[in-house]
């Protein structure tokens, strides 16, 4: 038995809907020191789109929020310097605060300032004392794992110079509740946020939502932008959104209700198929070892008996186990040598990436297993 499953922990993934404020969010939340140390798996460069959208992310701040020679900005979450190396490269002052030291250090060798400590109102007194306040402060698919979100909301308040903004990106709730994306509900995704539970949480702080743009990243995110209260002007989509939330029914628990049925329906069609697929003795692959899939795999009861192995790219992933059915993750050369006949498209909020590069997996007579929207067996998958 390899010597990490005897530091196992498990948590209970429950997830709670506010009908006052409108906030979704985990009920049970596990221990931050758990999840981000200097053994974290997860590395921001690990997908060309990835690289692509931070890139576009960098130009748009700096276009609009870093307007002279002495702007500083903060990212909160810099992982690996995916981000604010285009402001180093820039020469543009910048500080990423990031609490795992691992990627931390990758980021420290791309030329950008980094700081090993989790985003707090401790940190961010001690950040204003040494740089000053921020002219932005940035936050990618991250600001939705930290569970103390009045702190970060306290720290922003801080941190923030009086015309700063504060711009984050995250799963956006009704891409989630639209998909049947299930599988974004795990342990470090503490909040499912949409545009209400944004402008509740945010507001009793002083902080206002000015913008919103949709991004298709991580399965259909929304950028969110915040200024202190009457700083800039509110846009009409913050508007338009509000109204367009009412409609998809994301102020109701029922919706909440009938998402859980979707998703029981999800999990025992993807269980009902893979298990037909088996005793008809298919070999069966998991491709990438993502977050979302330990959702996938623990909840739909899946095992190594179903999944030979999960490939994935990331080095510090491979030769380690998946959390709980311990499904052996394995290096993508192995699968590209391979001839499974299903590979179950774990990251499929990378479909278009994935699709450019495996046509040889279609060729050689595979074919994806993939379960958002709905369960299928397709050929190609589009994002
Ligand atoms: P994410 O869905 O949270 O972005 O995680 C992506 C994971 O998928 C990461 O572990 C890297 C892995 N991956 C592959 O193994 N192959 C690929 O082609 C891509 C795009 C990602």
């Given at each position: 038995?390899?010597?990490?499953?005897?530091?196992?922990?498990?948590?209970?993934?429950?997830?709670?809907?506010?009908?006052?404020?409108?906030?979704?969010?985990?009920?049970?939340?596990?221990?931050?020191?758990?999840?981000?140390?200097?053994?974290?798996?997860?590395?921001?460069?690990?997908?060309?789109?990835?690289?692509?959208?931070?890139?576009?992310?960098?130009?748009?701040?700096?276009?609009?929020?870093?307007?002279?020679?002495?702007?500083?900005?903060?990212?909160?979450?810099?992982?690996?310097?995916?981000?604010?190396?285009?402001?180093?490269?820039?020469?543009?002052?910048?500080?990423?605060?990031?609490?795992?030291?691992?990627?931390?250090?990758?980021?420290?060798?791309?030329?950008?300032?980094?700081l090993v400590e989790f985003f707090n109102v401790t940190t961010a007194e001690k950040?204003?004392?040494?740089?000053?306040?921020?002219?932005?402060?940035?936050?990618?698919?991250?600001?939705?794992?930290?569970?103390?979100?009045?702190?970060?909301?306290?720290?922003?308040?801080?941190?923030?110079?009086?015309?700063?903004?504060?711009?984050?990106?995250?799963?956006?709730?009704?891409?989630?509740?639209?998909?049947?994306?299930?599988?974004?509900?795990?342990?470090?995704?503490?909040?499912?946020?949409?545009?209400?539970?944004?402008?509740?949480?945010?507001?009793?702080?002083?902080?206002?939502?000015?913008?919103?743009?949709?991004?298709?990243?991580?399965?259909?995110?929304?950028?969110?932008?915040?200024?202190?209260?009457?700083?800039?002007?509110?846009?009409?989509?913050?508007?338009?959104?509000?109204?367009?939330?009412?409609?998809?029914?994301?102020?109701?628990?029922?919706?909440?209700?009938?998402?859980?049925?979707?998703?029981?329906?999800?999990?025992?069609?993807?269980?009902?198929?893979?298990?037909?697929?088996?005793?008809?003795?298919?070999?069966?692959?998991?491709?990438?070892?993502?977050?979302?899939?330990a959702t996938v795999i623990n909840y739909c009861g899946l095992t190594p008996e179903?999944?030979?192995?999960?490939?994935?790219?990331?080095?510090?992933?491979?030769?380690?186990?998946?959390?709980?059915?311990?499904?052996?993750?394995?290096?993508?050369?192995?699968?590209?040598?391979?001839?499974?006949?299903?590979?179950?498209?774990?990251?499929?909020?990378?479909?278009?990436?994935?699709?450019?590069?495996?046509?040889?997996?279609?060729?050689?007579?595979?074919?994806?297993?993939?379960?958002?929207?709905?369960?299928?067996?397709?050929?190609?998958?589009?994002?």
């Amino acid at each position: 038995m390899p010597k990490h499953f005897r530091n196992e922990f498990r948590a209970e993934l429950a997830v709670g809907f506010c009908p006052g404020c409108y906030m979704v969010q985990l009920t049970n939340l596990v221990e931050q020191e758990h999840l981000y140390n200097d053994e974290y798996a997860f590395f921001s460069g690990s997908s060309k789109g990835m690289s692509k959208h931070f890139q576009e992310f960098a130009e748009f701040i700096m276009q609009h929020y870093l307007p002279t020679d002495d702007s500083f900005v903060v990212e909160v979450g810099s992982n690996d310097g995916i981000l604010l190396q285009h402001m180093a490269k820039r020469n543009i002052k910048h500080l990423g605060i990031e609490p795992s030291a691992n990627v931390a250090n990758i980021a420290t060798k791309r030329g950008v300032e980094s700081l090993v400590e989790f985003f707090n109102v401790t940190t961010a007194e001690k950040v204003k004392q040494t740089h000053g306040q921020a002219d932005a402060i940035l936050g990618a698919n991250v600001i939705c794992h930290i569970p103390d979100i009045h702190s970060v909301a306290k720290s922003v308040k801080a941190l923030l110079k009086p015309n700063g903004v504060f711009v984050f990106e995250a799963p956006y709730i009704a891409n989630t509740i639209r998909k049947t994306a299930f599988d974004q509900i795990y342990d470090e995704h503490a909040f499912f946020f949409g545009v209400h539970s944004v402008v509740n949480c945010f507001s009793r702080h002083g902080l206002e939502l000015v913008d919103v743009m949709e991004r298709n990243v991580h399965g259909g995110s929304m950028r969110y932008v915040l200024a202190h209260k009457g700083a800039h002007e509110v846009t009409s989509k913050v508007k338009q959104l509000l109204v367009l939330e009412d409609h998809l029914g994301l102020l109701k628990i029922e919706t909440y209700q009938d998402f859980a049925k979707s998703a029981e329906k999800s999990r025992d069609q993807l269980k009902q198929l893979i298990t037909g697929l088996r005793e008809q003795g298919k070999k069966i692959v998991g491709y990438a070892a993502t977050a979302k899939s330990a959702t996938v795999i623990n909840y739909c009861g899946l095992t190594p008996e179903h999944i030979k192995y999960i490939s994935d790219t990331t080095p510090a992933k491979q030769g380690r186990y998946s959390p709980g059915a311990h499904i052996p993750i394995k290096p993508y050369e192995i699968f590209k040598q391979d001839k499974p006949d299903y590979a179950i498209l774990f990251a499929w909020n990378h479909a278009d990436e994935i699709m450019a590069k495996e046509k040889n997996f279609i060729k050689r007579g595979g074919k994806w297993i993939v379960f958002v929207p709905e369960v299928a067996i397709v050929e190609n998958v589009k994002q």
